[in-house]
């Protein structure tokens, strides 16, 4: 809603500072017009007299050719103000605003909203004053401190003041977990530490609430200016905060929040935004990732809290801490830092498996921090080792918190399936631009497009591209050790970028097989946004079923040096067996797959997906291909929406790692995959 009027002028001179009041609403204005250009926010602060605001505060930038000058604006001007008896004086600025209606004594104003005849009076840096105000279709003059000389500019120039804009909240998450609204596993539970995300929330300005171990602080319910109200069955609390901004707002749920479906509502600048819907439960447990995007590496600590990382690995056997928040009601620690004790247990959680295997909880509950909880648990000695072993926690109801990765082993941590280990991973973590070539030969085996049957195609394909504008390899890219599962949780309305990709000339690539050979054409040639990828569609059978070895040659080219390597089929090549007992999934049991073939020291990948309504959830599982069998965890499926969707398995070969000139790592690798549509209850 914007108001606009009339005529102003412009004069010099230098006075005081005048500070905003409270109970105010904050509006963005611009002058225009008469060689003047000038734009901020002014804070309105209501009167006695219904219908008349107060112009209370003002910042933003000022300009004026006519003048000659220009600044930052730096307050209202206190020497010219006076609210009680505006008529004392000639030139007596009231700094009066009437954001309904015309105002007493202006000719001619614009319905809707006006500055009266007195208007107001601002400073700019440098000493400068600035005189506004109404009077129709005259001309103002001023004086520049009412005693000396008169300056005339005549200048018509148009005051318009937009009002505030609603609050907008587009979701409400654990700020740890951060799973969406809609799976089993997310909601918000009392003494939870959740954030909101949306638009106008608060100022644009930062500003966080610091606890301190040493006691006396305390978390407010307001901060730069927004509060937060949550209702549930009638009941509504309001959140403490540790940060306030405009777009986030990060707070603990009050350990007196009653259970249900609620609503959230934020309000800022005298503006309340519409009710969100909240689903609040008495534990939905999220881990901190290392990264904060609530997959990827956890955080880890030893005891002493030093940092786990791929460098220095979690060693079988070891006790550690990880923290998190949602385990439940916490009322010593809502809005400040209490030392809690073994007795401040909240055991929610029955179960945490790292690689599969059931750990052993040494501790579970607050940490100390508002809305902070830590959990220890001690790695099983038979835990699987790797650079990315997932971790998840379960409860007794079998409902699992979000999916984390940790490096298992002694020291550097090892992947040699993957080629891998913590020293080259690290190598790449944190850089901010990384290149990279993968060479990959694939059959699949999916249901046709008519609906009937399955279709089997070979391909081989090739991607050659240099990353820049985010942190390689910080959520590990989904990245999974063997004997693992991770589970993604998606709002399908809800997308994202990270950095930027740019294609990379790799030359020729030809890959020549036991069937003969095939030369991947750039795709480059197709669209200019397909830079650096690689296609060739091969030949029924090029990978027989007997397997067999695929040279890889790259010539070279403008961006990637020469390069050879080999990708090697076992023989047999693995056949999934039970794919028709896996149509339909019970999402509490989980499935359980099995074949035949496939290489030994190699493995398989377990995926599938269904989404329902607004939300889409997808999991993966890799398991060593010699035990010819895997068991998908119920905790695992049960993170996936009911509806329809796909179940995969995957064999992939060893991969097969290459240097060349121009890139940071490359690997070609082959794998046999299978597709059935599956339906998930």
Same mark, same amino acid.
């Given at each position: 809603?914007?108001?606009?009027?009339?005529?102003?002028?412009? /004069?010099?001179?230098?006075?005081?500072?005048?500070?905003?009041?409270?109970?105010?609403?904050?509006?963005?204005?611009?002058?225009?017009?008469?060689?003047?250009?000038?734009?901020?926010?002014?804070?309105?602060?209501?009167?006695?007299?219904?219908?008349?605001?107060?112009?209370?505060?003002?910042?933003?930038?000022?300009?004026?050719t006519s003048g000659g000058f220009s600044g930052t604006?730096?307050? +209202?001007?206190?020497?010219?103000?006076?609210?009680?008896?505006?008529?004392?004086?000639?030139?007596?600025?009231?700094?009066l605003f009437y954001p309904s209606g015309s105002a007493?004594?202006?000719?001619? #104003?614009?319905?809707?909203?006006?500055?009266?005849?007195?208007?107001?009076?601002?400073?700019?840096?440098?000493?400068?004053?600035?005189?506004?105000?109404?009077?129709?279709?005259?001309?103002?003059?001023?004086?520049?401190?009412?005693?000396?000389?008169?300056?005339?500019?005549? +200048?018509?120039?148009?005051?318009?003041?937009?009002?505030?804009?609603?609050?907008?909240?587009?979701?409400?998450?654990?700020?740890?977990? +951060?799973?969406?609204?809609?799976?089993?596993?997310?909601?918000?539970?009392?003494?939870?530490?959740?954030?909101?995300?949306?638009?106008?929330?608060?100022?644009?300005?930062?500003?966080?609430?610091?606890?301190?171990?040493?006691?006396?602080?305390?978390?407010?319910?307001?901060?730069?200016?927004?509060?937060?109200?949550?209702?549930?069955?009638?009941?509504?609390?309001?959140?403490?905060?540790?940060?306030?901004?405009?777009?986030?707002?990060?707070?603990?749920?009050?350990?007196?929040?009653?259970?249900?479906?609620?609503?959230?509502?934020?309000?800022?600048?005298?503006?309340?935004?519409?009710?969100?819907?909240?689903?609040?439960?008495?534990?939905?447990?999220?881990?901190?990732?290392?990264?904060?995007?609530?997959?990827?590496?956890?955080?880890?600590?030893? +005891?002493?809290?030093?940092?786990?990382?791929?460098?220095?690995?979690?060693?079988?056997?070891?006790?550690?801490?990880?923290?998190?928040?949602?385990?439940g009601a916490d009322p010593t620690r809502d809005n400040?830092?209490?030392?809690?004790?073994?007795?401040?247990?909240? #055991?929610?959680?029955?179960?945490?498996?790292?690689?599969? /295997?059931?750990?052993?909880?040494?501790?579970?509950?607050?940490?100390?921090?508002?809305?902070?909880?830590?959990?220890?648990?001690?790695?099983?000695?038979?835990?699987?080792?790797?650079?990315?072993?997932?971790?998840?926690?379960?409860?007794?109801?079998?409902?699992?918190?979000?999916?984390?990765?940790?490096?298992?082993?002694?020291?550097?941590?090892?992947?040699?399936?993957?080629?891998?280990?913590?020293?080259?991973?690290?190598?790449?973590?944190?850089?901010?631009?990384?290149?990279?070539?993968?060479?990959?030969?694939?059959?699949?085996?999916?249901?046709?497009?008519?609906?009937?049957?399955?279709?089997?195609?070979? /391909?081989?394909?090739?991607?050659?591209?240099?990353?820049?504008?985010?942190?390689?390899?910080?959520?590990?890219?989904?990245?999974?050790?063997?004997?693992?599962?991770?589970?993604?949780?998606?709002?399908?309305?809800?997308?994202?970028?990270?950095?930027?990709?740019?294609?990379?000339?790799?030359?020729?690539?030809?890959?020549?097989?036991?069937?003969?050979?095939?030369?991947?054409?750039?795709?480059?040639?197709?669209?200019?946004?397909?830079?650096?990828?690689?296609?060739?569609?091969?030949?029924?059978?090029?990978?027989?079923?007997?397997?067999?070895?695929?040279? /890889?040659?790259?010539?070279?080219?403008?961006?990637?040096?020469?390069?050879?390597?080999?990708?090697?089929?076992?023989?047999?090549?693995?056949?999934?067996?039970?794919?028709?007992?896996?149509?339909?999934?019970?999402?509490?049991?989980?499935?359980?797959?099995?074949?035949?073939?496939?290489?030994?020291?190699?493995?398989?990948?377990?995926?599938?997906?269904?989404?329902?309504?607004?939300?889409?959830?997808?999991?993966?599982?890799?398991?060593?291909?010699?035990?010819?069998?895997?068991?998908?965890?119920?905790?695992?499926?049960?993170?996936?929406?009911?509806?329809?969707? #796909?179940?995969?398995?995957?064999?992939?070969?060893?991969?097969?790692?290459?240097?060349?000139?121009?890139?940071?790592?490359?690997?070609?690798?082959?794998?046999?995959?299978?597709?059935?549509?599956?339906?998930?209850?």
């Amino acid at each position: 809603m914007k108001y606009t009027f009339g005529i102003g002028v412009l /004069v010099i001179g230098a006075f005081g500072g005048m500070e905003a009041r409270a109970d105010t609403t904050i509006e963005t204005f611009t002058i225009t017009g008469g060689g003047i250009s000038a734009s901020g926010t002014i804070t309105l602060q209501t009167t006695a007299t219904p219908g008349v605001d107060e112009i209370a505060g003002i910042t933003g930038t000022f300009s004026s050719t006519s003048g000659g000058f220009s600044g930052t604006i730096t307050g +209202l001007n206190p020497g010219s103000y006076n609210s009680t008896n505006p008529t004392v004086g000639l030139f007596r600025w009231d700094n009066l605003f009437y954001p309904s209606g015309s105002a007493p004594g202006v000719n001619g #104003n614009t319905p809707g909203g006006t500055l009266d005849d007195y208007g107001m009076e601002f400073m700019v840096a440098g000493g400068y004053t600035v005189n506004l105000f109404e009077k129709g279709p005259a001309v103002g003059f001023l004086l520049d401190d009412g005693i000396t000389s008169v300056v005339d500019y005549r +200048l018509p120039v148009t005051f318009a003041v937009t009002a505030p804009t609603e609050p907008t909240i587009t979701q409400v998450l654990n700020n740890y977990g +951060l799973i969406p609204a809609g799976f089993t596993n997310s909601g918000i539970a009392p003494g939870t530490l959740f954030i909101i995300k949306g638009s106008d929330l608060a100022s644009a300005t930062s500003v966080s609430s610091l606890e301190s171990t040493t006691g006396g602080s305390v978390l407010p319910t307001t901060l730069n200016g927004a509060s937060v109200a949550v209702t549930v069955g009638g009941v509504t609390v309001q959140p403490a905060f540790y940060y306030a901004e405009n777009i986030q707002l990060a707070l603990v749920l009050p350990s007196n929040t009653p259970l249900g479906a609620g609503t959230v509502t934020v309000t800022y600048n005298n503006q309340t935004s519409p009710p969100f819907n909240v689903q609040v439960v008495a534990s939905a447990f999220g881990f901190a990732a290392s990264d904060g995007t609530g997959s990827g590496q956890g955080h880890a600590q030893d +005891l002493s809290y030093g940092y786990y990382t791929y460098s220095r690995s979690i060693p079988p056997g070891t006790t550690i801490r990880m923290i998190g928040s949602g385990l439940g009601a916490d009322p010593t620690r809502d809005n400040q830092y209490v030392q809690p004790t073994a007795a401040s247990a909240i #055991n929610a959680l029955a179960h945490i498996y790292v690689g599969g /295997v059931d750990a052993n909880i040494f501790y579970q509950g607050p940490e100390g921090f508002p809305g902070v909880d830590e959990i220890d648990i001690t790695v099983p000695s038979n835990a699987p080792t790797g650079c990315f072993i997932s971790v998840v926690g379960v409860t007794a109801g079998g409902i699992p918190t979000n999916f984390l990765t940790l490096p298992i082993g002694n020291g550097v941590c090892q992947d040699p399936a993957f080629g891998a280990s913590g020293s080259t991973i690290s190598s790449l973590n944190g850089q901010a631009t990384v290149s990279k070539g993968v060479v990959f030969l694939d059959e699949s085996t999916a249901p046709s497009s008519n609906g009937s049957g399955a279709t089997t195609s070979d /391909v081989a394909l090739a991607e050659f591209q240099r990353y820049t504008g985010s942190t390689y390899g910080t959520s590990n890219n989904g990245t999974l050790s063997i004997g693992g599962c991770s589970v993604q949780e998606n709002l399908t309305s809800i997308s994202g970028t990270a950095g930027t990709t740019t294609g990379l000339d790799a030359g020729t690539i030809t890959i020549t097989g036991p069937s003969g050979s095939a030369t991947l054409t750039s795709e480059a040639s197709v669209s200019p946004t397909l830079a650096g990828e690689y296609l060739a569609p091969l030949a029924s059978a090029f990978i027989p079923a007997s397997g067999g070895t695929f040279q /890889v040659t790259g010539s070279g080219g403008k961006d990637v040096g020469p390069f050879t390597t080999q990708i090697i089929y076992p023989n047999p090549v693995l056949i999934w067996t039970n794919q028709s007992a896996n149509a339909t999934i019970s999402r509490s049991s989980g499935v359980t797959i099995t074949w035949s073939g496939g290489e030994p020291g190699t493995f398989v990948i377990v995926s599938g997906s269904s989404s329902s309504g607004g939300v889409s959830g997808s999991f993966t599982c890799l398991a060593p291909v010699s035990p010819t069998q895997f068991d998908v965890p119920g905790y695992v499926t049960a993170a996936l929406p009911a509806g329809s969707g #796909n179940l995969d398995l995957a064999n992939y070969t060893n991969y097969g790692p290459f240097t060349a000139t121009g890139l940071d790592t490359g690997y070609a690798l082959g794998f046999v995959n299978y597709g059935i549509k599956a339906t998930y209850q």
